[in-house]
């Protein structure tokens, strides 16, 4: 019932959602027009942005290469020099290049990869000004090219795509402001911090005593006269007693707001939305929760809407709500029934007797297996990557079916704005593979796809598994990089393929037993960042330059219909044929052979 209710809440938010946007995004007058049009004329005035301006594709192109050029150098420079700057209460040094460069391309790129812990490495000048304004930047990019690419199919005979900053002006003032603001406030209602203090230290309800390792000792006896800790009467060596918490502060409900909605996914806190301080209780949960797919979901309805043929957007739709069932049911089942080792020799109770039962593993008690694999399967099929549990903790079947869907292309919803127009590339390489089946020139939208379309699609589609396999294959003969894995053997090979697969897929989130901070992981995951981001976008900025430069073509009747169920069916087909034949390789020595070891 749980899974039924957030899915059905989610596409009733995604409808309104979506005619709101294309009223947006084509000039069209909204009940916030008032208040918010001459907040965007003022923009235009300052900037002096051409409102009439129509970019061909490749002046398009170098617009978002040069403006995200600038927020990657900017996020960088603002992180190395952040121990001089303002806005450090904790007094936190600058950050290491590596690691800079690692964050400010998994920002700019909406991926949100995070390699170390936000609230004790990055200052609140930082997190605010550098990474919370790319949270907004990255994802109006995203969305600003789905609209170049809509332009491409409704135009006829010219090269004009609209303007890039006039797009981005609109998406964030019009669209990211507003929706974060009701976000945030009911973030901060709901008990999320949002404040400009530093960070506080508080006293235990009981000290706990840890070893030299850090490790919480079990069964301690602790002596707080003396400092000194036993167990079973014997003392323990090195063994420290902790008295009090290290508790963060700062805004973090504005920036957990804007990573949900943007699929930006980069917490405020080290541990994500599983932090009680940014996630705290049921109702915050599943605002964020929704929020993650709520825009990808509404630009299904959004195209439809633009392209004057509504079944169109809601073919697309279907053809990613049911990928995402489906993934969603692999998930939930495999935690609820987990696996057999976790139940030998008594060790774990995983009946349903009397508690919820399954694989609890990594999970907060305060979610369980239902919220936290619906919010597992909702972030990786879009590029958003938060989390509120340790997917390290998942099944192997769980965890893999997380890693697929993020090997897909993040097409099912994916990013806001990049998810869509990754389908509607998979969409033109569906629509031509049946044209070759029954002899006929394919067409899609009215407009015919040729060569040059076709090998832009190609870009698109396999930009993401190649980036994956080779990050991946690289990585795997390294040395050095066996010494940041958590596990060996499959499980081990399996962190190390979902890192990749989530910073090629723009995803960010992390099996955590992954320590990924090293020079080598953190210039090589930010090359696969920046080539899985931005190689898509050229490509499906070629592909809507060629279309707008063509004629409209009347339908037929051998005209391929690319809004019934059959061409569901084939679209489906075709992304997990790229997909299975991508990375089944792959997934057989990680997740696959892990979960044989786990039945033997």
Not at 155 to 163: A, E, P, R
Not at 288 to 299: N, T, W
């Amino acid at each position: 019932m749980q899974y039924v209710l957030y899915l059905a809440i989610l596409v009733l938010l995604a409808i309104p959602l979506g005619t709101y946007i294309e009223k947006v995004m084509n000039g069209k007058r909204t009940f916030l027009s008032k208040i918010l049009t001459p907040c965007e004329n003022v923009i235009y005035k300052v900037l002096h942005i051409k409102t009439d301006e129509q970019m061909n594709w490749k002046k398009y192109a170098v617009s978002v290469g040069v403006f995200s050029g600038i927020g990657l150098l900017a996020v960088m420079l603002l992180q190395m020099l952040q121990g001089v700057l303002p806005g450090n209460p904790q007094n936190l040094p600058g950050v290491k290049w590596d690691l800079s460069f690692n964050t400010a391309a998994s920002f700019i790129t909406n991926t949100n990869w995070q390699a170390y812990t936000g609230e004790a490495v990055l200052s609140y000048l930082t997190q605010a000004v550098g990474l919370t304004v790319q949270n907004f930047v990255s994802a109006a990019t995203g969305i600003a090219v789905l609209f170049a690419l809509i332009r491409g199919f409704i135009k006829v005979k010219t090269d004009g795509l609209g303007s890039f900053w006039v797009d981005m002006t609109r998406i964030v003032v019009h669209i990211l402001i507003p929706l974060n603001l009701v976000v945030s406030m009911c973030l901060v209602g709901g008990g999320v911090i949002q404040n400009l203090e530093g960070a506080e230290s508080v006293a235990l309800v009981e000290p706990i005593a840890v070893s030299a390792e850090g490790e919480i000792i079990e069964g301690a006896e602790i002596h707080t006269e003396t400092g000194e800790v036993t167990v079973d009467g014997r003392t323990v060596e090195g063994a420290v007693i902790v008295t009090e918490q290290f508790v963060p502060m700062g805004p973090a409900a504005s920036q957990v707001a804007v990573k949900q909605t943007g699929t930006n996914g980069g917490g405020y806190m080290g541990v994500n939305s599983a932090h009680p301080l940014e996630n705290p209780n049921a109702f915050t949960n599943i605002i964020e929760m929704l929020s993650i797919l709520l825009i990808p979901a509404a630009l299904c309805f959004t195209f439809g809407r633009s392209i004057k043929n509504k079944k169109q957007g809601i073919a697309i739709f279907a053809a990613m709500f049911i990928c995402l069932v489906a993934a969603l049911a692999v998930i939930g089942r495999s935690e609820q029934m987990a696996v057999p080792q976790l139940a030998q020799d008594g060790m774990v109770d995983i009946s349903e007797v009397s508690q919820a039962g399954g694989n609890m593993e990594g999970k907060e008690t305060r979610f369980g297996i239902q919220t936290s694999a619906t919010w597992a399967a909702f972030t990786t099929a879009a590029s958003n990557g938060s989390v509120n549990s340790m997917h390290d903790s998942y099944t192997p079947i769980g965890g893999m079916a997380e890693m697929l869907l993020m090997q897909l292309g993040e097409v099912i919803f994916g990013g806001v704005g990049c998810g869509l127009y990754g389908m509607l590339a998979f969409a033109i390489l569906t629509v031509f593979i049946a044209g070759l089946m029954v002899g006929r020139t394919p067409e899609f939208l009215g407009k015919k796809i040729e060569p040059f379309e076709m090998k832009w699609a190609v870009v698109v589609c396999l930009a993401t598994p190649v980036a994956i396999l080779i990050g991946s294959g690289i990585a795997a003969v390294v040395p050095s990089v066996a010494d940041s894995l958590n596990n060996s053997g499959a499980h081990g090979f399996s962190e190390l393929l979902y890192a990749y697969s989530s910073c090629g897929g723009n995803n960010g989130s992390a099996f955590a037993g992954f320590n990924a901070n090293t020079v080598f992981l953190n210039v090589s995951l930010g090359l696969v960042m920046l080539s899985a981001r931005f190689m898509p976008i050229v490509g499906t900025l070629a592909i809507a330059g060629n279309m707008a430069s063509k004629k409209k073509v009347a339908a037929t009747a051998g005209t391929l219909s690319t809004t019934n169920a059959m061409f569901v069916f084939l679209l489906i087909f075709i992304v997990l044929l790229v997909g299975a034949l991508s990375f089944f390789p792959a997934l057989a020595l990680g997740p696959i052979a892990e979960f044989f070891e786990s039945i033997g």
